[in-house]
């Protein structure tokens, strides 16, 4: 057994957690693992994690034994109940001030329960969101940790080491604590959101500029390499440029021409959907880029309907080089009201809540180890930094200029996507939004008017406070 107590516990050792546990060794830390399937335990500590600061242990009370006090541990097990039976287990063998730290991709609300009942028990919990994937766990993931506040002095300094790190001098950690309850698993489900809508933006990008501007692989490839250089830097745009590159090796074709056009999900786009529902936030570009999802799944009715449904000529635009410039502008303004969303639904269940959420810090947290990493998050940490209370990151000065200069590409695109029937769902409900929310007068008031007329509802007036009710009927006019 573990030479000296080990820094942390580590229980489910499949691809992430055992990365985790791999990245945790590498800083120094000593870490005792568990995993239920005890094969799964001893092959590890036998191959990839035959360390000497490693310590396999077969029984969750080998585990707390061996921990330093405050113990802390972490599990990376299957969201959903296994983490409660963990929890369950764990607190008989844990003592006051010991920490449960959940790693996994949990729904918030889990989280804020399990928050309060294992503070019950006079315990601490940690919720912590983990980014960037297999690759990311093992050499640095962007952490948004969240639940117990005295919790956080006590994971810091491991968590800040395992993390991405970004910065001039590539010292500043993609990990600080976001608040209490379960809102670091929201931060986590907002930046999954917005990842859904970067995805689906850049995938109507790649329709745009096949169909509309006529780019072959090799073009898109050189198209993304470009938009990499500028305001669009990131990873999604870099691996989006590699893909178009790399050839399948049994056919010589574009590998990208062999994939099947079925997208699958995993779910937490469609959470941060139906809980902006929940809240009447308008996150309407992640919800259109999960129904995108969903109707791609359809692709046997859509082979059918391809040969019935009529459309336009997908017709190449007359300047090719100007409609693709004219995309890379779009997508940037696309991009900044899916941002926005992200941040209104956060604020939205914050103020639900009762979180101080420190918006600079998450964009911040986002900026290395995580899929949705752009240059992009520095603009918006100083938006926040500005001013700290932004209503909705369109309206910062530095946001709303790049949205005023790209709209003429933006209408442009969104136009032509329609006249020469490109679906481009996130790109039109992206532009939507945008007028929306700049519309200071909006048809509403005749919603309001059709609600009173059939169902009494009232309404508001401009003119003089209170709730209004009108008999339609008797004031209608015959025409
Ligand atoms: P296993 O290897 O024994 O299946 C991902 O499924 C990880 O979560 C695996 O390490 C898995 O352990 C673990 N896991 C899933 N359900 C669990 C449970 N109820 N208790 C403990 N570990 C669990």
């Not at 810091?156 to 790190?165: D, E, G, M, N, R």
């Not at 991009?335 to 639904?345: D, E, T």
């Not at 700049?438 to 508001?460: I, K, M, S, V």
């Amino acid at each position: 057994m573990a030479q000296q107590p080990c820094d942390i516990g580590l229980v489910g050792l499949a691809v992430m957690g055992e990365n985790l546990a791999l990245n945790i060794a590498s800083r120094g830390f000593h870490i005792a693992v568990f995993n239920r399937t005890t094969s799964v335990t001893d092959a590890f500590t036998a191959g990839r994690g035959k360390l000497p600061n490693v310590v396999g242990c077969h029984t969750l009370e080998q585990l707390v034994a061996a921990l330093a006090k405050p113990r802390k541990v972490m599990l990376m097990v299957k969201a959903g109940p296994a983490v409660d039976q963990l929890i369950a287990t764990l607190l008989p063998l844990l003592s006051p001030g010991d920490v449960i730290i959940d790693g996994g991709n949990t729904y918030p609300a889990d989280t804020d329960r399990r928050t309060r009942e294992v503070e019950a028990a006079g315990l601490l919990y940690v919720g912590t969101g983990v980014s960037g994937g297999e690759e990311g766990a093992l050499k640095g993931p962007s952490l948004m940790p969240g639940g117990s506040a005295a919790a956080w002095p006590l994971i810091k300094p491991i968590f800040q080491a395992i993390a991405a790190k970004v910065g001039p001098a590539g010292d500043i950690p993609c990990c600080d604590w976001v608040g209490p309850g379960g809102s670091g698993n929201y931060v986590k489900m907002v930046h999954n959101g917005i990842e859904y809508g970067d995805m689906q933006l850049i995938c109507e990008a790649y329709a745009l500029l096949k169909h509309g501007a006529g780019l072959s692989n090799d073009e898109l490839a050189r198209v993304f390499d470009g938009w990499n250089r500028g305001e669009l830097d990131s990873y999604l745009i870099e691996i989006t440029r590699d893909i178009f590159t790399v050839r399948d090796p049994d056919t010589g074709d574009h590998l990208v021409d062999r994939i099947l056009d079925r997208a699958g999900a995993k779910g937490t786009g469609k959470w941060m959907s139906q809980l902006a529902l929940d809240l009447g936030a308008p996150s309407t570009m992640v919800t259109e880029a999960v129904f995108a999802r969903s109707l791609s799944a359809l692709k046997d009715q859509r082979v059918r309907a391809s040969s019935v449904l009529a459309g336009p000529d997908m017709r190449s635009h007359d300047d090719p080089a100007g409609f693709t410039d004219q995309v890379r502008r779009a997508l940037y303004a696309a991009k900044i009201a899916s941002y926005a969303q992200g941040f209104v639904q956060l604020a939205a269940a914050a103020a639900e809540q009762g979180w101080q959420l420190d918006y600079r810090s998450i964009a911040m947290l986002w900026r290395g180890g995580c899929i949705i990493r752009a240059r992009f998050l520095d603009d918006i940490a100083a938006a926040y930094a500005a001013n700290p209370k932004l209503e909705n990151l369109m309206l910062a000065p530095s946001f709303a200029k790049v949205l005023a200069a790209a709209q003429p590409a933006w209408r442009h695109v969104v136009a032509t996507a329609a006249t020469i029937g490109v679906p481009v769902p996130v790109f039109m409900s992206s532009l939507a939004y945008y007028d929306g929310y700049r519309h200071a007068r909006l048809p509403a008031n005749l919603l309001q008017a059709q609600r009173d007329y059939f169902g009494a509802h009232t309404y508001e007036r401009t003119d003089k406070p209170g709730s209004h009710h009108t008999e339609w009927l008797e004031l209608r006019r015959k025409v």
